[in-house]
């Protein structure tokens, strides 16, 4: 149950800008991919090697947790623009069943916006939540920002692939 915009609803690159649009959403997706799955490959290791320093030679790694934790964090949230482009977030099919063309165009377009909206705030409220945080992560020794970043950082990456997916929602209601 997603809310992708069936293909029928996104019309070919036919202006220069639509598909420079495009080809900034592919180099944005390759860069988001390469770091999530880097990190992912990472965090995984660091688990292995901390489960293999702590019960294998008794020498636990003190920060192994928090490091992993926020690793996990940001593959989380930097993850929401790949679900996006997956079509995997969770959506409403029902969509899909307005017989008005027009209406269900139209009905799409407006959600859009809301999650423009909605992942723009997020983007500010999570910002707030940063500059509000002066907390530490004492086994690491750094600021707890570090952890609370991957929040804007992944709804300003969401925001942006909603803002690259507008102009196409716009092009398929002329088509």
């Known amino acids: 149950m997603t809310d992708v915009v069936p293909q029928t609803l996104v019309p070919p690159p036919t202006q220069g800008w639509s598909r420079a649009l495009e080809r900034a ?12 799955v880097g990190t992912l490959v990472f965090m995984v290791g ?4 901390a489960v293999v320093m702590r019960y294998v030679f008794s020498a636990p790694l003190v920060y192994s ?12 949230f930097v993850g929401l623009f790949v ?18 063309e027009g209406l269900r165009r139209a009905v799409i377009a407006l959600r859009q916006v809301f999650m423009i ?5 997020m983007t500010y409220i999570s910002t707030v939540l940063i500059l509000r945080t002066g ?9 707890a920002r570090w952890l609370y970043a ?21 092009l398929a209601k002329q088509g």
Not at 154 to 164: D, V
Request: net charge neutral; proline share 2%; no cysteine.
């Open 135 to 143: 907390m530490q992560i004492s086994s690491m020794r750094i600021s």
């Open 25 to 36: 959403e592919f180099w944005i997706d390759r860069l988001v991919s390469v770091l999530t």
């Open 46 to 49: 660091l688990v292995f090697y």
């Open 150 to 170: 991957s929040l804007p950082v992944g709804f300003a990456l969401l925001t942006l692939i909603y803002l690259l997916r507008l102009p196409r929602l716009a």
């Open 65 to 76: 947790y928090d490091l992993s934790t926020m690793l996990f964090a940001w593959i989380v």
């Open 83 to 100: 679900a996006e482009r997956d079509g995997a977030h969770i959506g409403l099919d029902i969509l899909y069943l307005i017989k008005s």
């Open 117 to 121: 909206a909605l992942a723009a705030y």
